[in-house]
């Protein structure tokens, strides 16, 4: 028992040290803080298209152009939230103008839209390529075999809301279960694993791709649109904290196809920083173009960022 | 904040996860089909016990529950209760109310058939007491996400894996505190019983388990708890109830809504709280 207290008595203060530590917005930690701030990114972490972009972004800000970073993973409601209250700097994650719209509508007179960083997302009903029908208006016809369900995602998700409009347009005598994406991507591995028949709502990029073979069913209404692209926000106060990293993401752009090499290093089991140090060492042009020599680390003294 | 290059400590690489990943393909390759019926008949359970709440209209059902609850915990409980429940109706939350009530209770129908004799057998032998307690350990403090996604794996979506979590979430608690509230029962009157030629079935209904009543009951009501505090977790596989109109709130931003499905969670908490708590004190009492 003495014994326990006495290490209690240890880690009580390392703990609340532990605590100030990363806040440099606290009192007591300004001197500390003025060196460079931590860029804090959010991202989502149940989807892998984010893994791989929050890794990229957060090793270029940390290697090229000297900050500290902390990657911080959250469900994509909060994690607008965040970047709108400032806790967040950024985020690489934002789907527009489909799966994140609800969002958007509600934040974004708080958040800077940087414009997309990614084209050439897309959203719809997918179905494993074992399952005999291609279009949304087929679904009727099979609705037995597919148990009168789609399986779905996150419930304020975007693409939650197009899937109840194409019910609705397709006349579509479903229902849409709600869950998370973790659990969609298990329904899925289940229905692969005996070739079930299931229908999902489904995006790209995703990992699942990679791993099976599966199909968008067609969409003659329309009712998806025609592909989005995923945008760069940052907290109204990034450009006052640290100016050279907005300017790198202004300039920070990449396609479906890079983010695939990085997304396939990980499923091979490569962590996701290491994964994307290794594609930066890979791709020199690409850095050069988003964040020019002149921005590099040594160039840039501490604290330059303040004055924008 | 990524970890660093790790240095090993053993010559070999223990590998836990690729043992938990196959006997997850193991039970999905050669058990689906019981694990189908398994699932099936116990979603006809937990949809027909869902179905029979949902079918009592609501004035009746707020007065039934407001009565248990005065009778087993007085007026003031009782009162709560009627007027809590009328806001989680007025709020419009009345469904998902009822919902989240028939998931809690069927898993704590199947808490207390699978606990109830694990905690006579652990309070009967010491040897069954060392082998199950590191595996409510486990059950209890295992983040519910490791489970949940291979429980959809096996039961699919929907209430079935939803009970199911949730059972393994709230049992520990009602087999603990049946196996301490025996094993706490004086040794003097188990003695007296077998003096006077009773079985031990006959010591057990008659001496131990109202003796120790109490505990068990508040083993009850600690599941309980457990159990609603799982009902958001159980929305993300699509369990739906008071969980899904938390998750959606929350989700789209909607402050507002979430607090009010929140409200109603923590209503429906109080109100068993106080009903099953009840029942152990009046027991006490009336000794």
């Known amino acids: 028992m003495r014994h326990r207290n006495w290490i209690a008595r240890l880690m009580l203060p390392a703990a609340l040290l532990g605590l100030l530590g990363p806040w440099p917005g606290l009192p007591g930690t300004r001197a500390w803080a003025a060196e460079r701030p931590t860029i804090r990114i959010g991202y989502v972490q149940s989807w892998s298209s984010n893994v791989a972009s929050a890794n990229l972004v957060a090793a270029v800000i940390r290697e090229r152009l000297g900050y500290p970073v902390q990657l911080v993973s959250l469900d994509p409601g909060p994690m607008w939230q965040g970047v709108a209250q400032g806790d967040l700097d950024l985020s690489v994650s934002a789907w527009l103008p489909t799966t994140h719209q609800a969002y958007y509508a509600k934040l974004w007179t708080k958040v800077i839209n940087l414009g997309p960083n990614l084209y050439g997302t897309r959203i719809g009903l997918v179905v494993p390529d074992y399952v005999g029908i291609d279009r949304i208006d087929q679904l009727n016809t099979v609705k037995n075999r597919l148990r009168g369900r789609i399986i779905g995602i996150d419930p304020g998700a975007g693409i939650m809301m197009k899937t109840q409009a194409a019910i609705k347009a397709y006349g579509l005598d479903y229902t849409l279960v709600q869950s998370s994406g973790a659990a969609m991507a298990a329904m899925l591995a289940r229905a692969e694993r005996h070739h079930r028949w299931i229908v999902i709502t489904g995006w790209t990029p995703h990992w699942m791709w990679a791993r099976w073979k599966l199909k968008y069913l067609r969409d003659p209404k329309g009712v998806y649109g025609r592909g989005g692209h995923i945008n760069t926000i940052i907290s109204t106060q990034l450009p006052d904290k640290a100016m050279p990293v907005v300017r790198f993401l202004k300039r920070f752009v990449w396609t479906p196809g890079q983010m695939n090499q990085v997304m396939m290093m990980v499923r091979k089991g490569m962590s996701p920083a290491a994964a994307a140090r290794k594609w930066l060492q890979r791709h020199p042009r690409e850095v050069a173009d988003w964040v020019p020599a002149s921005a590099h680390m040594q160039s840039g003294a501490p604290g330059s960022g303040r004055s924008p | ?287």
Do not use: C
């Open chain 2, 1 to 287: 904040m990524s970890a660093g290059p790790t240095q090993a400590l053993l010559p070999f690489s223990v590998p836990v996860g690729s043992w938990a990943e196959h006997a997850v393909n193991f039970l999905l390759d050669h058990y689906d089909a019981p694990f189908q019926h398994f699932s099936a008949a116990l979603y006809a359970m937990i949809a027909a016990l869902q179905g029979a709440l949902l079918a009592v209209p609501a004035p009746l059902m707020i007065g039934l529950l407001g009565l248990l609850a005065g009778w087993s915990a007085g007026l003031r409980a009782g009162l709560f209760a009627i007027g809590g429940l009328l806001l989680a109706h007025n709020m419009g939350l009345w469904h998902s109310t009822v919902t989240t009530l028939g998931l809690v209770v069927s898993a704590e129908v199947l808490v207390l058939v699978v606990g109830l004799p694990l905690g006579i057998l652990a309070a009967r032998s010491d040897l069954v007491d060392r082998g199950l307690r590191p595996m409510l350990d486990l059950m209890q403090t295992m983040p519910a996400f490791v489970y949940l996604i291979p429980a959809v794996m096996l039961f699919g979506l929907g209430l079935v894996p939803g009970v199911i979590s949730t059972f393994i979430f709230s049992i520990p608690p009602l087999i603990r505190l049946t196996n301490l509230g025996i094993r706490q029962v004086p040794a003097d009157l188990v003695e007296a019983s077998e003096a006077f030629g009773a079985t031990w079935l006959q010591t057990l209904a008659k001496v131990q388990l109202p003796v120790a009543l109490p505990s068990i009951m508040a083993g009850v009501n600690q599941s309980i708890m457990l159990g609603l505090s799982m009902v958001v977790i159980a929305a993300m596989i699509g369990s739906g109830g008071l969980g899904k109109e938390v998750l959606e709130g929350i989700t789209r931003l909607q402050v507002g809504s979430g607090f009010e499905a929140g409200l109603a969670v923590v209503i429906l908490a109080i109100v068993l709280d106080r009903i099953t708590q009840g029942i152990g004190v009046r027991k006490r009492r009336r000794r």
